[in-house]
């Protein structure tokens, strides 16, 4: 990935889909709009550790938070964010950190990072990867997910 742009097109397909609102309760078992957003929120925030660590040249591992088992952790994040506005507001911080960030990498992109995310049962990695190979599944697998997982959510 030679920049940020493949990012940045992904997180604003996913940011219309935040704006457009109406969202309605979950499903059991699923998460909700806030859920979602909030690990979203949570995940850059590695992504972004992950960067500045290849950008400093130090080795980093990275584990895609797995929602089951952060829930109480993404409920507390969007209560100290005042709700789906406030999660929204700082996932386009991140996310615009998270993109200035890759836009700097250059050839450090093709660093092997140590990489452990899972997208359901379609998609498990356990193994190094070039960080640029991540952030590609990051835009085309894992924020259109949860974009899509939010307009299922639209009552």
């Known amino acids: 990935m030679e920049s940020g742009g493949l990012l940045r097109e992904a997180y604003g397909a996913l940011f219309a889909e935040v704006d457009a609102g109406g969202f ?5 078992g699923q998460l909700t709009a806030e ?3 909030a690990h979203l ?8 550790q992950a960067t500045e660590a290849l950008l400093a040249g130090s080795p980093f ?12 952790q993404l409920d507390a994040l969007a209560a100290e964010q005042g709700g ?17 960030l890759v836009d700097q990498l250059g050839l450090a992109a093709e660093a092997p990072v140590e990489t452990h ?5 379609d998609l498990i990695v356990d193994e190094p990867l070039p960080w640029s190979r991540t952030l590609d599944l990051h835009a ?8 899509a997982q939010l307009h299922g959510l639209r009552s």
């Open 140 to 147: 085309r697998v894992h924020l259109p997910k949860h974009q």
């Open 61 to 72: 591992a990275y584990y895609e938070l797995e929602e089951d088992i952060h829930r109480p």
């Open 35 to 37: 859920q979602i957003v």
């Open 84 to 100: 789906l506005r406030g999660l929204t507001a700082l996932l386009h911080d991140t996310s615009d950190r998270l993109c200035g």
């Open 117 to 121: 995310l899972r997208e359901g049962f």
């Open 41 to 48: 929120v949570a995940n850059d925030e590695l992504m972004i």
């Open 24 to 28: 309605g309760p979950a499903p059991q």
